[in-house]
Nanobody, 127 residues
Framework: QLQLVESGGGLVQPGGSLRLSCAAS????????IGWFRQAPGKEREGVSC????????LYADSVKGRFTISRNYAENTFYLQMNNLKEEDTAIYYC????????????????????WGQGTQVTVSS
């Protein structure tokens, strides 16, 4: 059974850092992508970053380039989103998501591209 479990959210001041974790289990191979998304109150869910698990290629939304980094712990099959220099506009519920198994040729941050979702974790950036 495929499962994604996020953790690591919390309250941080502007300019601070947080690291989100996504523990993935039940995937039969490394041919899929993992994405991080966020949804602020009253706004649509948007893609933040994603990674092709098989070859490590990454993609970032323009709003987080240079501040956020996606990575993977291969031994534990856990994915991370390191968030630095956080801004108040980064406040949202953050979700981890995964595609079905397939050979990832082009990475995508569209919500519809992903099939499995975690429960979400709240990130609040406020002074």
């Amino acid at each position: 059974q495929l499962q994604l479990v996020e953790s690591g959210g919390g309250l941080v001041q502007p300019g601070g850092s947080l690291r989100l974790s996504c523990a993935a289990s039940g995937f039969p191979s490394d041919y899929y992508a993992i994405g991080w998304f966020r949804q602020a109150p009253g706004k649509e869910r948007e893609g933040v970053s994603c990674i092709s698990v098989n070859d490590g290629r990454t993609l970032y939304a323009d709003s987080v380039k240079g501040r956020f980094t996606i990575s993977r712990n291969y031994a534990e099959n856990t994915f991370y989103l390191q968030m630095n220099n956080l801004k108040e506009e980064d406040t949202a519920i953050y979700y981890c998501a995964a595609t079905k198994e397939f050979e990832v040729v082009v990475l995508d941050l569209q919500v519809a591209w992903y099939d499995y979702w975690g429960q979400g974790t709240q990130v609040t950036v406020s002074s």
